[in-house]
T-cell receptor, first 115, second 109 residues
Framework: DAGVIQSPRHEVTEMGQEVTLRCKPISGHDYLFWYRQTMMRGLELLIYFNNNVPIDDSGMPEDRFSAKMPNASFSTLKIQPSEPRDSAVYFC???FGRGINQPQHFGDGTRLSIL | GQSLEQPSEVTAVEGAIVQINCTYQTSGFYGLSWYQQHDGGAPTFLSYNALDGLEETGRFSSFLSRSDSYGYLLLQELQMKDSASYFCAVRGSQGNLIFGKGTKLSVKP
């Protein structure tokens, strides 16, 4: 089975540009999570979806960030306009169910650098 | 709110046993998980505890004491490839995970 697929793997762009990160969850998984990881703040949950519906977006830092999940096999995280402090590794993860025994499967991440 | 505390770094030698502790504060408890992340890689699931006691998976074991809001990950027969960061995480009421800041384990020859 293919794992969680994220694209692009690396993104370098200038401040002010729009950035779109993409994620394809594992087929059949009903939960999708977006995380951001930095040295200072660790692994932070930004937003998560259940059956394509956003459940909790309280981790989204500000209005510049938005996420969508138009169908069960695709999600995007958009930053507009981007700022240098958005530089981080962004992970997408999916799981089947929400029990503690249902592991979250992470993609390889997108390493984002905003100049 | 929810918070987790774990040591930032641990160093051990190959073949040894190491224990990584995690204490948590949660408004409701639904289980404790452990994830491993190698440098430049993605977090991968190791184990979980929903009830008190020890869960063993090969060289790795995880322990939970709900009364003490405490758990640990035990790694035995350490290998160089075990050098990685280890995260404990608690599950929120709606299925989300809240991660600790991670413990960087360095295994020396």
């Amino acid at each position: 089975d293919a794992g969680v697929i994220q694209s692009p793997r690396h993104e370098v762009t200038e401040m002010g540009q729009e950035v779109t990160l993409r994620c394809k969850p594992i087929s059949g998984h009903d939960y999708l999570f977006w995380y951001r990881q930095t040295m200072m703040r660790g692994l932070e949950l930004l937003i998560y979806f259940n059956n394509n519906v956003p459940i909790d977006d309280s981790g989204m830092p500000e209005d510049r960030f938005s996420a969508k999940m138009p169908n069960a096999s695709f999600s995007t995280l958009k930053i507009q306009p981007s700022e240098p402090r958005d530089s981080a590794v962004y992970f997408c993860a999916s799981s089947f169910g929400r029990g503690i025994n249902q592991p979250q499967h992470f993609g390889d991440g997108t390493r984002l650098s905003i100049l | 709110g929810q918070s987790l505390e774990q040591p930032s770094e641990v160093t051990a030698v190959e073949g040894a046993i190491v224990q990584i502790n995690c204490t948590y504060q949660t408004s409701g408890f639904y289980g404790l998980s452990w994830y491993q992340q190698h440098d430049g890689g993605a977090p991968t699931f190791l184990s979980y505890n929903a009830l008190d006691g020890l869960e063993e998976t090969g060289r790795f074991s995880s322990f939970l004491s709900r009364s003490d809001s405490y758990g640990y990950l035990l790694l035995q027969e350490l290998q160089m490839k075990d050098s990685a960061s280890y995260f404990c995480a608690v599950r929120g009421s709606q299925g989300n995970l809240i991660f600790g800041k991670g413990t960087k384990l360095s295994v020396k020859p």
